[in-house]
């Protein structure tokens, strides 16, 4: 069994002195020694554990070089005390916490969570703060990010990220979700799902607005290169399932939008035995059958073009009727030819009589 031996070097004035204590088995007392030192300087064991020169103090380490240095575990009971009990490092029950300022900061339960700002952290780290306050800053050189909250309802905010994508949001029905640039709201999710961009208020699934001030563009665009002619910007509406379709947008080459399309021609219109209409002040005006037919006051064509009202034609003067293709008809207002007896005649001015005309490529002539 080996005996550690404490060498103690001692000073006393006018008189140093060392005195080796070698620590065995108890023996009888011995005599009365020297008078001890006034001041001990320095303690070494023999086997070289541990060196007080208190200046600094070493544990497991001959060369201590901070005022306690220990090279090895250190077991505490209870606590660390750093000046006094409202500054200090303790167990409580199964917990570890950090206190300052006489109120518990930090907890790391038996389960690994850690709190800050909660004694009961539920998850692995659970940040609890004021209303209205930041609980969580994160600062770069030129950066800032702040985790903040203002509510009362308790509803919960999601982030969450999962094999089929990521997840952002909350657990609201009645609340929005925004995105803001310069302070304002730029974009807005309500909780029913419409969404609004320059509105906080969006009375659709999709509500664009400008506000009170700006044109309000959308701008569907494609084949910014102008590298393939049939990548083109197009406009889908459907319903039954799909099987209802109307389209509109821009073409790229002849004939690849649909039968007969000219190329980079603009197009409204749809891919079934379906009706086109126009209307204004909520009733039809024209209608496009879906055989072609046209209709302007009905909506039941049965020629080419049918129209249920009045026409008006062009009205001109014989000197004032402009150049034109074969077939063009028109009216002119001063004939010196009735219509019914001269049909086919070519029309002369001098007169005042109101006839319908025709241009056959070379005259003007009445019928």
């Not at 665009?221 to 459907?238: G, H, Y």
Request: net charge negative.
């Amino acid at each position: 069994m080996s005996v550690a031996t404490i060498v103690i070097t001692a000073t006393r004035a006018n008189a140093p002195a060392t005195t080796i204590i070698n620590r065995g088995p108890s023996g009888p007392a011995g005599p009365s020694g020297p008078a001890g030192a006034d001041s001990i300087t320095s303690a070494t064991t023999s086997d070289g554990t541990a060196d007080i020169n208190f200046n600094q103090v070493g544990i497991g380490t001959t060369s201590p070089s901070a005022k306690l240095d220990v090279q090895g575990t250190i077991i505490v009971n209870n606590e660390i005390q750093l000046v006094d009990s409202n500054m200090r490092i303790f167990r409580s029950s199964n917990d570890l916490r950090l206190r300052t300022g006489g109120s518990d900061r930090v907890i790391i339960n038996s389960s690994g969570n850690v709190g800050i700002g909660t004694t009961s952290p539920a998850h692995k780290l659970t940040i609890n703060a004021a209303n209205n306050t930041t609980a969580l800053g994160i600062d770069f050189p030129s950066a800032h990010f702040d985790f903040s909250a203002n509510s009362t309802s308790g509803y919960n905010t999601i982030f969450h990220m999962d094999n089929t994508g990521l997840d952002i949001g909350h657990g609201s029905s009645s609340r929005s979700l925004n995105l803001k640039t310069g302070g304002s709201d730029r974009l807005v999710i309500e909780g029913g799902g419409n969404v609004g961009i320059g509105t906080t208020s969006p009375s659709g699934l999709l509500h664009v607005s400008s506000g009170t001030s700006g044109d309000a563009v959308v701008i569907i665009e494609s084949d910014t290169d102008n590298n393939n002619e049939d990548d083109n910007p197009q406009l889908q509406f459907k319903q039954d399932g799909g099987n209802t379709v109307a389209k509109a947008g821009l073409t790229g080459n002849a004939d690849t939008i649909f039968t007969n399309s000219l190329a980079n021609a603009a197009y409204f219109g749809n891919d079934e035995a379906a009706s086109l209409q126009l209307y204004t002040n909520a009733t039809a005006r024209l209608t496009i059958e879906s055989g072609g037919d046209v209709g302007i006051g009905t909506t039941n064509p049965s020629q080419k073009l049918e129209v249920d009202g009045a026409v008006k034609k062009a009205v001109f003067t014989v000197n004032t009727l402009p150049t034109a293709t074969a077939g063009t008809s028109c009216y002119v207002s001063d004939s010196n030819h009735t219509h019914h007896s001269n049909v086919g005649q070519v029309v002369a001015s001098g007169g005042s009589i109101f006839v319908p005309v025709y241009y056959d490529g070379t005259d003007w002539r009445i019928g």
